[in-house]
């Protein structure tokens, strides 16, 4: 069975590519516009591994990861960040919460996530 991916991203188009890069590798992709909807979808589907944006409408990247974290459901889940805030802070306090990684939008291209992907979800 197809791992399951929930992408949550407000870009519309990053959005949609990621989710065709992934459904292309042979990944089940699933996503949601804002951090709230993501919050929701992962508690609900039990995805294998979250892409997660920090910035974000109605609940942001930190506040959602933070969530995820606490409750027991969904505290084993790899959450990779996929930020525009490449300042060290952000990227730390990110890892602190307890991303499994991360990747600033401006430097990577769509089969990075897909490496990132693979390499997280295989440990």
């Known amino acids: 069975m197809a791992k399951k991916i929930l992408v949550v991203e407000d870009e519309a188009t990053l959005q949609k590519a990621l989710v065709e890069v992934l459904e292309q590798s042979g990944y089940d992709a699933i996503f949601?516009?804002?951090?709230?909807?993501?919050?929701?979808?992962?508690?609900?589907?039990?995805?294998?591994?979250?892409?997660?944006?920090?910035?974000?409408?109605?609940?942001?990247?930190?506040?959602?990861?933070?969530?995820?974290?606490?409750?027991p459901k969904t505290a084993d889940i790899p959450i990779i960040i996929l930020t525009n805030l490449s300042d060290i802070s952000?990227?730390?306090?990110?890892?602190?919460?307890?991303?499994?990684?991360?990747?600033?939008?401006?430097?990577?291209?769509?089969?990075?996530?897909?490496?990132?992907v693979e390499q997280t979800l295989l440990g």
């Open 32 to 71: 949601a516009l804002d951090g709230e909807i993501g919050f929701e979808m992962a508690t609900r589907e039990l995805p294998d591994l979250i892409l997660l944006d920090i910035i974000l409408p109605k609940k942001d990247g930190f506040e959602v990861l933070k969530g995820l974290k606490a409750d």
């Open 90 to 116: 952000s990227v730390q306090q990110a890892l602190e919460l307890g991303a499994n990684s991360y990747l600033v939008k401006a430097d990577f291209h769509l089969d990075d996530v897909i490496k990132k």
